[in-house]
């Protein structure tokens, strides 16, 4: 039988903590207390959303369907130039990613305002087997990049006789 240790009790303790590995189960169990006896404080008290610091990665939105034997794939990147967009296929995956960077100045009589926002961002998705690098189109307009992959032509499964002889 394996000998285990018990972590002593801290003052104000009601009962002995488990032993090191399982002492996140105490906190969950301490969070739902809190959380039975006020369970709509802590929505009420959640910290609001900050926005995402300068240089930080985000990840656009990204819709994936078939249409005619071709897998559309259809990213948001609003406001981003094809110089700044790069799509690659790195072995069985899709790889879109790259680098959104806005710069803009006011100075007018007793006002200055200069702001800067950038940050990168990476999407990868497995493609099919047997799908042909060199056949896949990648078009941005509006703000939107549509790759176009065409589903490889799918092996016959078929049985087949060979003849012995």
């Not at 000998?3 to 090191?20: A, L």
């Not at 301490?30 to 369970?39: S, V």
């Not at 794939?73 to 680098?99: A, F, M």
Request: aromatic letters at 8%; charged letters at 30%; a negative charge.
């Amino acid at each position: 039988m394996a000998e285990t240790t018990m972590v002593p009790i801290k003052s104000g303790e009601s009962k002995p903590r488990r032993p090191e590995p399982f002492t996140f189960l105490d906190d969950l169990e301490a969070d739902m207390e809190r959380f039975w006896r006020r369970p709509w404080l802590g929505f009420l008290q959640a910290p609001r959303r900050t926005p995402m610091p300068a240089g930080s990665a985000w990840s656009p939105r990204m819709d994936v369907y078939e249409q005619e034997n071709i897998i559309v794939v259809k990213t948001e990147l609003p406001g981003l130039k094809k110089e700044n967009v790069q799509v690659e296929v790195d072995g069985e995956y899709l790889v879109i990613h790259g680098e959104s960077k806005e710069e803009s100045e006011v100075n007018e009589a007793n006002y200055y305002r200069s702001e800067r926002n950038f940050g990168s961002f990476y999407r990868r998705m497995r493609l099919p087997v047997g799908v042909t690098a060199e056949q896949i189109q990648a078009n941005l307009t509006d703000g939107v990049l549509e790759v176009r992959v065409p589903r490889p032509v799918e092996a016959s499964t078929a049985t087949q006789k060979v003849e012995v002889k």
